[in-house]
T-cell receptor, first 111, second 113 residues
Framework: DAKTTQPDSMESTEGETVHLPCSHA???????IYWYRQVPLQGPEYVTH???QNTTNSMAFLAIASDRKSSTLILPHVSLRDAAVYHC????????????FGKGTKLSVKS | GGIITQTPKFLIGQEGQKLTLKCQQN?????MYWYRQDSGKGLRLIYY???????QKGDLSEGYDASREKKSSFSLTVTSAQKNEMAVFLC????????????FGPGTRLTVL
């Protein structure tokens, strides 16, 4: 069973702010929420992660619902370079994070 | 900054052949991983290693061997290549201690004839 649910695809236009949703209704208390993105012919790239509080970095803002059953990755002012498949992943870490990626959301960006 | 190098970038083999993929990282990370990605699908963990000479099986270890010869290198061997193994193999590394971001290499694209 998939632990996270994401839309298959989303479309946007350059300069827009994009909200990528992720549902994780059965998340455990010790599971972190990770976001990675992947462009064709390259390996995945870490975007951000969080546990309970919203987080922000140079790439994105991660909004986590108060019940932690969903999260939203917010990409401000997207450019063509932000077109990628975005993966929302849960992992409790422990000895080491062993990430399992699903299909993710394919974000298209139009000029 | 650092970099992860995977060799070769493209690997063509014959069905039944033993094939070896190599990965090097200069982050000085403790943990290294091998993932497999089939076309249009997500990543699945094959093997990981938390330190030199350590090996841990992932969800997809059957049909593969791995070797962590030194901290900076991690090799993956396909013991007997099968036609349904045409995929991209991705190597990654991270610091010890979980909750750590993983850095990925560009991948090795395997084709079995």
């Amino acid at each position: 069973d998939a632990k996270t649910t994401q839309p298959d695809s989303m479309e946007s236009t350059e300069g827009e702010t994009v909200h990528l949703p992720c549902s994780h209704a059965t998340i455990s208390g010790n599971e972190y929420i990770y976001w990675y993105r992947q462009v064709p012919l390259q390996g995945p790239e870490y975007v951000t992660h969080g546990l309970q509080q919203n987080t922000t970095n140079s790439m994105a803002f991660l909004a986590i619902a108060s019940d932690r059953k969903s999260s939203t990755l917010i990409l401000p002012h997207v450019s063509l370079r932000d077109a990628a498949v975005y993966h929302c992943i849960l992992d409790s870490g422990g000895s080491n994070a062993k990430l399992t990626f699903g299909k993710g959301t394919k974000l298209s960006v139009k000029s | 900054g650092g970099i992860i190098t995977q060799t070769p970038k493209f690997l063509i083999g014959q069905e039944g052949q033993k094939l070896t993929l190599k990965c090097q990282q200069n982050f000085n990370h403790d943990t290294m991983y091998w993932y497999r990605q089939d076309s249009g699908k997500g990543l699945r963990l094959i093997y990981y290693s938390i330190t030199e000479n350590d090996l841990q099986k992932g969800d997809l270890s059957e049909g593969y061997d791995a070797s962590r010869e030194k901290k900076s290198s991690f090799s993956l061997t396909v013991t007997s290549a099968q036609k349904n193994e045409m995929a991209v193999f991705l190597c990654a590394s991270s610091d010890w201690g979980g909750y750590a971001e993983q850095f990925f290499g560009p991948g090795t694209r395997l084709t079995v004839l």
